[in-house]
């Protein structure tokens, strides 16, 4: 059981420049979540899919849009990279939206110059 | 809006030392209480997940608690291996599935 795969590792993008993040889960879970993670500001969610075939905007959706392609995977895309996407990504997975703990990724560190 | 504070944002300890993190909470509706340990570098690791006031459960040397408006984490003569960052998340009622997570303890035991 691999649980929750992320890649790349490190990312670095100018200004601009558009990128895709992909993860993938083997573990059966039915949600999915992007989150960002900076320093003072705590885990902040992106998007969301609670269910394979719909996404949802989280708390900080915007220069993001997201992809469920099935039930395994969930990709985060950025159009147009801006200094302030640079941070850690992290992507998570949970057997249902509520009352379920999830499980995370090992993370993608974006720099955009 | 549900809301989360933890406290205090940094505990350093001696090897040995039992102490107890703060999570403060705001939630229409309890599903669920989260407790997750974060490494540098690397993604959170779930601990343990509570459902309701008074309920307790317990990992090695990591207990969590939990009542109407708060939970604790108590560390029982911890080693410098405990030390990580211990991130906190509530799951309201109303169906939503989005979590509110805290910012975390960063927790340092000296050997």
């Known amino acids: 059981n691999a649980g929750v795969t992320q890649t790349p590792k490190f990312q670095v993008l100018k200004t601009g420049q558009s990128m895709t993040l992909q993860c993938a889960q083997d573990?059966?879970?039915?949600?999915m979540y992007w989150y960002r993670q900076d320093p003072g500001m705590g885990l902040r969610l992106i998007y969301y899919?609670?269910?394979?075939?719909?996404?949802d905007k989280g708390e900080v959706p915007n220069g993001y849009n997201v992809s469920r392609l099935n039930k395994r995977e969930f990709s985060l895309r950025l159009e147009s990279a801006a200094p302030s996407q640079t941070s850690v990504y992290f992507c998570?997975?949970?057997?249902?939206?509520?009352?379920?703990?999830?499980?995370f990724g090992p993370g993608t560190r974006l720099t955009v110059t | 809006e549900d809301q989360v504070t933890q406290s205090p944002e940094a505990l350093r300890l001696q090897e040995g030392e039992s102490s107890s993190l703060n999570c403060s909470y705001t939630?229409?509706?309890?599903?669920?209480l989260f407790w997750y340990r974060q490494d540098p570098g690397k993604g959170p690791e779930f601990l343990f997940t509570?459902?309701?006031a008074g309920e307790e459960k317990e990992k090695e040397r990591l207990k969590a608690t939990l009542t109407k408006k708060e939970s604790f984490l108590h560390i029982t003569a911890p080693k410098p291996e405990d030390s990580a960052t211990y991130l906190c998340?509530?799951?309201?009622?109303?169906?939503?599935?989005?979590?509110?997570f805290g910012r975390g303890t960063s927790l340092i035991v000296h050997p």
């Open positions: 509570l459902y309701s």
């Open positions: 998570a997975s949970s057997l249902a939206g509520t009352s379920h703990e999830q499980y």
């Open positions: 998340a509530v799951q309201g009622g109303g169906g939503s599935y989005i979590p509110t």
């Open positions: 899919s609670a269910s394979e075939g719909t996404t």
């Open positions: 939630v229409s509706g309890l599903r669920g």
């Open positions: 573990m059966n879970h039915n949600s």
